[in-house]
Structures are given as C-alpha cells and as structure tokens.
C-alpha cells in the first residue's frame, strides 16, 4: 500500500504543477484541434473520403499530440532542476516511472476526452464503446514507452527531437492495431471483429509496461 | 594480441573462400528457376542478409543486457558493432528486396508483410545508432543504446504480428515446406554459411577499431 500512496504523491505533484502552469493539456488540446482542421484541408471531399480516412487521422492526430506531451513531461522536471529534487526523493526509480507514467496518461486521456467528440462532431462519426477502449488501452500503451523515451531524450543534447525518433517505431504495432481496429469501430462492427486487434495492444500494454519499469531506472541514473 | 590477430587472417581467408564459392553456386551452378527467371536468384543473397540482420540485432539484444548487468565496456562494444553490421545488412536486405520486386511484382515497394517490418527494423536500429552522440558523455550514450537495444528487440516480434495481420503477400513458407529444389536448398545452405563468417569477420573488424579508436583518446588525452 505504501509502493502505491508514494506513486500517487509524484502523480499528484505533475497534476499539482499541471493545474498551475497549464503547460501541457491545454496547449496539447488546441495542437490537436488544429491538426484535425488541417487534416480537414488535407483531404477535404465527402464523406465516403472522411470514412476512409478518419481512423489514419485520429491515430496520427493522437500520436503527435502524445509525443508532444510526453516530451514535456521531462523537459518541465529538467529545466527547473527537479529531476534533481525526485532523484534524491526517498523512492526507488520505479516507483518514479510509475507516478510519471500514470501522470502522463491521465494528461493525454484528458486532452483525448475533448478531442475525440470534437472529432465525431466535425466529421459526423459516430462513437461507439468500441471507440473508446481502443483509444483508452492504445493511450496506455503510447505512455508505457513514451514516459521511459521521454526520461531517456531529456538528458539528451537534442531532447525533444531524440522522443519521436526512438518512440515512433516502437508504437508501430500500436498505431496499426489502433488504426484497423478503429477502422472496424466506426463502421460499427462487433467486438468479435476487432479482438485480434485488441490482443496485439493488449500484449503491448503489458509486455512494455514490465520492460520499462524495469529499465526505467538505466535513463535517468546519473 | 598475436593470436587473435592469426585467427583474425584466417576468417578472413575462410571467408573469402566461401564467398567465392557462393558466387559461383548462385550465379553458374544452380538453375535458373522457371517462373522468376534470373532475378530470382537474388533469393539466395537476401535471405541470408535477413536472417543475419536478424542475428545481428539479436546480438545486440544481448549485448546490451550484458552491458546494463555488468557494466563492461566489452558488451557496449560488442552491441554497438554489431548494431552498424546489423543495419549495414538490413539496408543491402531491403535493396536487394526492391530489386527482386519490380520484375516479379512489378513495382518497386509494396507494403508487404516483411518488406514493411525491415523497413521498421532498419528504423528502430537507425535511432539506436543515432541516440549515442546526444548523450552527454560516452557511458551514458552507452546506457541509453543498450535501453533502446533492450526495448527495440523486445518489439520485434509485436511488430511481425500486427504488420502480418494487417497484410501478407510475401512468397513465405516455400524453404520450410519443402518446396525448394534441393540444388537450390543447397545454394541457400552454402549462402548462408558464406554470409555468417561474413557477419563475423565484419564484427570483429569493427570491435577491433572500436578499440583502437578508444585507445587513441586515451592517448590523446594523455598528451593533453
């Protein structure tokens, strides 16, 4: 019980910093919105283009928007020196991975709760249960590496260009299994139809959360 | 120092005697196939690089446990080689793909099962050796690659499964289900055994001028 309260105490502290600097969610959400609009310009035409087309726009659309915020869930700890600070906090690193990781999920699971009925509204899809496991367990997926990227770039020269290079093609089976099961979600098929899809981000989830809470601790060790 | 250096040379003519006679099996002796034609032979080049790029970065894999259990530089070394070998094979695996393509396939790239997962392949190993020159010194690079090695390896397979469900049409089983002529088994055979002496000669070239450039630093600094 005391491994989760201190995990929860260094969440707390990112959602504590989140309310008062308004640095990732906010500014993630409107970077989605806008890509969204743009993707709009992009392929335009009727609906019949918008069906074909909308699961490859929501995934890229999300995968941005997580390697935006992901970035920024280290930068922010590096720029004051309170990498520092929670390095010397009487916790072991992976407690660290932990907090940070559920930090990083609830952030992107906010933004995406806005975005994605802003999404079905813009281009009249309908969302469906389906929609929204996939989105939840693709997010853990995408945070699951991405908070263990985002820890090793930042003490990088390059920092937030070193993110999306090593990130990107890690999650490619995740974007394929979220982009074809999404794809099956929106045309309303049955749970049946998207299972193998959901195993493959499933095995995901669970085999990259074990792999990185336990490396965790050789990207930031100084 | 003077063994390894012996053992060194005679790789290297062993090597090189079994890539002669490879050429020879792929280009004389073996049969051209009847559907392909010529091109077809390319087959017996690019498996090889394939299963070796596959070896290489398993290598590295290794490597790179090594190295975060035990902290040697030996295991950084050995990854960090045999990553440069790994993606030096996957890039003449994916060229000499695109080459086999166009005749049979008529086009060059398709996003095919394997195609598309060495592509991945090539990328992930790519960012590997990229990550090392940012960190800000040379153990923490090492650490770094070896979380990247560790990680990207892991994928490997999660990667083959969602690409293969999402699209196949690579000639695949045809060497498991016996459907290679046994001239050409054998020239594939020969290959293979021609192209793994290769990968070894490369990486223990390349781990022999990894030292040698560690040496000269020092020295350098040394002087300083």
Same mark, same amino acid.
């Given at each position: 019980?005391?491994?989760?309260?201190?995990? !929860?105490?260094?969440?707390?502290?990112?959602?504590?910093?989140?309310?008062?600097?308004?640095?990732?969610?906010?500014?993630?959400?409107?970077?989605?919105?806008?890509?969204?609009?743009?993707?709009?310009?992009?392929?335009?035409?009727?609906?019949?283009?918008?069906?074909?087309? %909308?699961?490859? &726009?929501?995934?890229?659309?999300?995968?941005? %928007?997580?390697?935006?915020? !992901?970035?920024?869930?280290?930068? +922010?700890?590096?720029?004051?020196?309170? =990498?520092?600070?929670? =390095?010397?906090?009487?916790?072991?690193?992976?407690? +660290?991975? !932990?907090?940070?990781?559920? *930090?990083?999920?609830?952030?992107?699971?906010?933004?995406?709760?806005?975005?994605?009925?802003?999404?079905?509204?813009?281009?009249?899809?309908?969302?469906?249960?389906?929609?929204?496991?996939?989105?939840? =367990?693709?997010?853990?997926?995408?945070?699951?590496?991405?908070?263990?990227?985002?820890?090793?770039?930042?003490?990088?020269?390059?920092?937030?260009?070193?993110?999306?290079? !090593?990130?990107?093609?890690?999650?490619?089976?995740?974007?394929?299994?979220?982009?074809?099961?999404?794809?099956? *979600?929106?045309?309303?098929?049955?749970?049946?139809?998207?299972?193998?899809?959901?195993?493959?981000?499933?095995?995901?989830?669970? +085999?990259?959360?074990?792999?990185?809470?336990?490396?965790?601790?050789?990207?930031?060790?100084? | &120092?003077?063994?390894?250096?012996?053992?060194? &040379?005679?790789?290297?003519?062993?090597?090189?005697?079994?890539?002669?006679?490879?050429?020879?099996?792929?280009?004389?002796?073996?049969?051209?196939?009847?559907?392909?034609?010529?091109?077809?032979?390319?087959?017996?080049?690019?498996?090889?690089?394939?299963?070796?790029?596959?070896?290489?970065?398993?290598?590295?894999?290794?490597?790179?446990?090594?190295?975060?259990?035990?902290?040697?530089?030996?295991?950084?070394?050995?990854?960090?080689?045999?990553?440069?070998?790994?993606?030096?094979? /996957? /890039? =003449?695996?994916?060229?000499?793909?695109?080459? #086999?393509?166009?005749?049979?396939?008529?086009?060059?790239? /398709?996003?095919?099962?394997?195609?598309?997962?060495?592509?991945?392949?090539?990328?992930?190993?790519?960012?590997?050796?990229?990550?090392?020159?940012?960190?800000?010194?040379?153990?923490?690079?090492?650490?770094?690659?070896?979380?990247?090695?560790?990680?990207?390896?892991?994928?490997?397979?999660?990667?083959?499964?969602?690409?293969?469900?999402?699209?196949?049409?690579?000639?695949?089983?045809?060497?498991?289900?016996?459907?290679?002529?046994?001239?050409?088994? *054998?020239?594939?055979?020969?290959?293979?055994?021609?192209?793994?002496?290769?990968? #070894?000669?490369?990486?223990?070239?390349?781990? %022999?001028?990894?030292?040698?450039? /560690?040496?000269?630093?020092?020295?350098?600094?040394?002087?300083?």
């Amino acid at each position: 019980m005391r491994f989760w309260r201190k995990v !929860l105490a260094i969440t707390w502290k990112d959602v504590l910093s989140e309310f008062r600097t308004r640095e990732i969610i906010f500014s993630v959400l409107v970077f989605t919105l806008l890509v969204i609009v743009i993707f709009n310009f992009a392929f335009g035409g009727g609906q019949d283009t918008i069906q074909m087309v %909308a699961p490859g &726009m929501l995934w890229i659309t999300f995968t941005f %928007a997580g390697v935006l915020s !992901l970035n920024r869930s280290f930068i +922010i700890e590096k720029e004051e020196g309170c =990498l520092e600070g929670l =390095l010397v906090c009487p916790v072991s690193r992976e407690i +660290i991975y !932990l907090g940070k990781m559920l *930090a990083s999920l609830l952030f992107m699971l906010s933004v995406e709760v806005v975005a994605l009925p802003i999404f079905a509204i813009l281009f009249n899809l309908d969302i469906s249960f389906q929609l929204v496991v996939i989105t939840l =367990l693709t997010t853990v997926g995408f945070v699951t590496v991405g908070v263990l990227f985002s820890a090793l770039a930042v003490n990088t020269r390059a920092r937030e260009m070193v993110l999306p290079l !090593l990130f990107l093609p890690i999650v490619v089976p995740l974007i394929i299994a979220a982009v074809e099961s999404s794809g099956l *979600a929106l045309s309303g098929e049955s749970w049946g139809e998207i299972a193998s899809w959901l195993q493959i981000i499933g095995a995901f989830d669970v +085999i990259f959360l074990v792999v990185s809470f336990w490396v965790f601790n050789y990207t930031i060790e100084e | &120092m003077k063994e390894n250096h012996t053992f060194k &040379m005679v790789l290297l003519g062993t090597t090189t005697i079994a890539m002669v006679v490879t050429m020879y099996l792929i280009f004389i002796w073996v049969p051209t196939e009847e559907e392909m034609g010529v091109v077809q032979r390319i087959f017996y080049l690019h498996v090889p690089l394939a299963w070796l790029a596959f070896l290489a970065f398993f290598v590295v894999f290794i490597g790179s446990i090594m190295y975060l259990w035990k902290r040697q530089e030996k295991w950084d070394v050995l990854a960090h080689s045999s990553a440069e070998v790994g993606v030096t094979f /996957t /890039t =003449l695996f994916l060229i000499t793909g695109i080459i #086999w393509a166009k005749p049979v396939w008529g086009v060059w790239w /398709t996003w095919d099962a394997r195609l598309t997962a060495a592509l991945v392949l090539w990328l992930m190993y790519l960012a590997y050796l990229i990550i090392r020159p940012y960190a800000a010194d040379v153990q923490r690079g090492a650490r770094f690659a070896a979380v990247i090695g560790i990680v990207g390896f892991i994928d490997v397979p999660i990667v083959a499964l969602a690409i293969s469900l999402w699209r196949t049409q690579h000639p695949s089983a045809v060497i498991f289900e016996g459907g290679l002529a046994s001239t050409m088994l *054998a020239t594939l055979l020969v290959s293979l055994f021609a192209f793994t002496l290769l990968y #070894w000669l490369l990486l223990m070239l390349r781990i %022999a001028i990894r030292k040698d450039e /560690t040496e000269l630093k020092r020295l350098k600094e040394q002087r300083d």
